[in-house]
């Protein structure tokens, strides 16, 4: 018996090295790439950068319209993938009898979460740009991120939701609220930080994508800031790519500058939410 103790103790002694090493490299990692993106970033951070459109063949200037761009994209998915990923999560969680069909929609969502992005693009492009006739424009990108965005969402929704005892519904279906007012009044505000930090997360992808962007929303070089939601814009993602690959004798800085701006701005949005997270859950009690 003792040496089936000693086992057991030496297999978790392993375990927890192998896993706390494992972190500890993921972490190293992380913390070697963002510092290196600063010190190689920092150099080219200027109000012109920030506020000034390239030129000079993107050779100097700035990046306001691909910043406005990426917002502009950001800000449509959002309007677009939310409240669908949410309803869906939602029905799955609390509504979706256990059965064949429910099964098959799940499996639908996790597929959808392992396509690659490029496939995604050409969705977009044959369906939201061609199809629809949407053309190159804010609208057609959007929407395509969208449907890259909602297994994200949608599962993270769910689970938030499943993390909620079930004795919180049954006290307020006990007091006479509705099914529908229990879920709202009593289940989402509960379930809230994992649905936002999920939704942030699948956000903060779409943000960084450049493939789906390609054939549906991005431009090479362009000055003007959109207006409509049909015009094509410049987006960081893709103005990074375009800066290392097909613009000779430009200045690293600006390379890095770019990469740091699309760092900085989808770590603030994730520093935000696992705030925001962190200090509802203090609040919550069950």
Request: proline letters at 3%; charged letters at 15%; a positive charge.
């Given at each position: 018996?003792?040496?089936?103790?000693?086992?057991?103790?030496?297999?978790?002694?392993?375990?927890?090295?192998?896993?706390?090493?494992?972190?500890?490299?993921?972490?190293?990692?992380?913390?070697?790439?963002l510092g290196y993106i600063l010190v190689r970033g920092l150099p080219a951070m200027s109000w012109e950068f920030i506020s000034q459109p390239p030129r000079g063949q993107m050779k100097a200037g700035g990046i306001l319209p691909s910043i406005i761009g990426t917002l502009a994209l950001t800000s449509g998915t959002a309007a677009f993938a939310l409240p669908v990923g949410v309803a869906a999560g939602i029905y799955l969680s609390e509504y979706a009898p256990r059965g064949r069909m429910t099964r098959i929609i799940r499996l639908a969502i996790s597929n959808m979460a392992g396509v690659p992005s490029i496939v995604y693009g050409l969705f977009g492009l044959a369906l939201f740009v061609i199809l629809f006739s949407f053309g190159t424009s804010i609208l057609a990108g959007a929407l395509t991120l969208a449907c890259l965005t909602l297994p994200v969402i949608i599962t993270a929704t769910e689970e938030a939701l499943r993390q909620i005892p079930s004795d919180l519904r049954q006290a307020s279906l006990a007091l006479g609220a509705t099914r529908w007012r229990t879920i709202y009044r009593v289940v989402l505000p509960a379930a809230a930080p994992g649905i936002v930090t999920g939704s942030i997360l699948g956000l903060a992808r779409a943000a960084?994508?450049?493939?789906?962007?390609?054939?549906?929303?991005?431009?090479?070089?362009?000055?003007?800031?959109?207006?409509s939601i049909f015009d094509d814009v410049m987006v960081l993602p893709y103005h990074i790519y375009i800066l290392a690959t097909q613009v000779t004798g430009r200045p690293d800085d600006i390379i890095w500058g770019t990469a740091l701006i699309l760092?900085?701005?989808?770590?603030?949005?994730?520093?935000?939410?696992?705030?925001?997270?962190?200090?509802?859950?203090?609040?919550?009690?069950?």
């Open positions: 018996m003792s040496r089936r103790i000693r086992q057991a103790r030496l297999t978790q002694t392993l375990a927890v090295a192998i896993t706390g090493a494992a972190a500890a490299f993921i972490v190293t990692a992380a913390l070697f790439l960084g994508e450049t493939a789906p962007i390609l054939f549906t929303a991005a431009v090479y070089y362009k000055r003007q800031l959109p207006t760092v900085g701005g989808v770590t603030a949005g994730s520093v935000i939410a696992a705030t925001w997270r962190s200090l509802q859950r203090k609040k919550v009690r069950w």
